[in-house]
């Protein structure tokens, strides 16, 4: 179900920089930040509250627009680009894991992990039913496709978000505390399953976590502080 393992930089920026806030409140929270990330490697942005962690997440998954600087997706620059080669991009070439898993809690879990598939509209019904049932059985929950949202645990629900976050095959995973509202086995757990994932299927993962332990078993942890690299 999965494409061959693929290698090299799925993302890359440069000099970002980004201001939030209006007059004389506007604050400076990304002062020039540049790296890449390569595909099945896993990278985890670590610093204090406040220091421009989610900010750099939101501009990289292209839901943001910088300043200035630039962001290239698997070597296409779509910093600057229009909305809806923006929302294009996301759709092919990034899955989003949040804190708040954000499942459709009337529709089964099957349904949930369709649900990018559907909106891109590059599979017919009964690829896509087959698509995100593998996809389910990767996480674990194999059994529960018919299961509403409602129906599932706090783990077994971020589980259905991966799952969901992988659908449409991205090269590129953005986690923002993908384990933050878990407890320690939950925690470890989703963890474990989102870096094997990338590692078999090539996808460069970025997360940003307060979770030392989480972030200590990452192969690059970047420790950011007032907006810059550390």
Not at 136 to 150: A, N, Q, T
């Amino acid at each position: 179900m999965t494409s061959a393992v693929r290698s090299g930089t799925a993302l890359r920026c440069a000099d970002l920089h980004r201001s939030l806030g209006q007059g004389e409140g506007r604050v400076k929270v990304l002062k020039g930040v540049s790296f890449e990330a390569q595909r099945g490697h896993v990278y985890a942005i670590v610093g204090p509250s406040g220091c421009g962690k989610s900010t750099l997440l939101y501009l990289l998954g292209l839901l943001d627009v910088p300043d200035s600087g630039d962001i290239w997706i698997d070597g296409r620059l779509m910093s600057h680009t229009r909305d809806a080669d923006r929302t294009a991009a996301r759709g092919e070439h990034i899955g989003f894991v949040f804190q708040f898993h954000f499942l459709m809690m009337d529709f089964s879990a099957l349904d949930n992990v369709m649900m990018p598939m559907r909106k891109r509209g590059r599979l017919g019904q009964a690829a896509m039913a087959e698509r995100a049932a593998h996809l389910l059985d990767s996480v674990g929950l194999g059994d529960k496709g018919h299961r509403l949202g409602s129906q599932l645990s706090g783990g077994e629900q971020q589980r259905v978000a991966i799952a969901r976050a992988l659908a449409n095959e991205p090269s590129i995973i953005l986690a923002d505390e993908p384990t933050g509202n878990l407890d320690v086995r939950n925690s470890t757990l989703v963890f474990d399953l989102l870096t094997r994932l990338a590692k078999e299927n090539g996808q460069a993962v970025v997360l940003v976590t307060h979770n030392p332990d989480i972030a200590g078993r990452c192969d690059h942890r970047l420790p950011m502080q007032d907006g810059v690299f550390v």
